[in-house]
């Protein structure tokens, strides 16, 4: 069953003021991956004088909170993930589109000579491809 984001941060006592329920609305739902200024675009619809700026901050603090994912694939925006369980990406190297994939099984652990002394927090694989859309072009 899907928890919203909104509900999450409720009952984790984060302090909900207009604005953050605004960013939280906006980003909420599965399989969602959005540019902070698309979460901004959503957050105007409910909350009109939101500013960007309060969007990219409440990103930024519940990316460092763990309560949304930051997903930095090459050569394009970042986007903000509220799903922060374990999942995969399937993205479209021409349009951008993202899915998310569950492996069934995690991303092979790190042998120790290969950590460079690095703390790892998260693995992902990303999957680099072609939809089906931009296939037919
Ligand atoms: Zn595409
Ligand atoms: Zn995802």
């Known amino acids: 069953m899907h928890t919203s984001l909104l509900d999450r941060l409720r009952s984790r006592g984060y302090r909900l003021t207009a604005q953050r329920r605004a960013v ?13 200024d698309e979460v901004h675009a959503r957050a105007v619809d409910i909350l009109p004088e ?3 700026a309060t ?3 409440t990103l930024h603090e519940l990316t460092s909170m763990g309560e949304i994912l930051e997903l930095g694939i090459e050569g394009r925006s970042k986007r903000y993930d509220p799903t922060t369980s374990p999942h995969n990406h399937l993205v479209c190297d021409s349009c951008g589109v993202i899915h998310d994939v569950q492996l069934g099984h995690t ?7 290969e950590a460079h002394g690095m703390t790892v927090r998260r693995a992902e694989v990303v999957y680099h491809a072609t939809c089906e859309t931009c296939s037919a072009n």
């Open 24 to 36: 939280a609305e906006a980003l909420d739902g599965m399989n969602v991956h959005l540019t902070a």
């Open 50 to 52: 939101v500013s960007r």
């Open 55 to 57: 969007v990219y901050s």
């Open 107 to 113: 991303p092979p652990e790190l042998p120790v000579g």
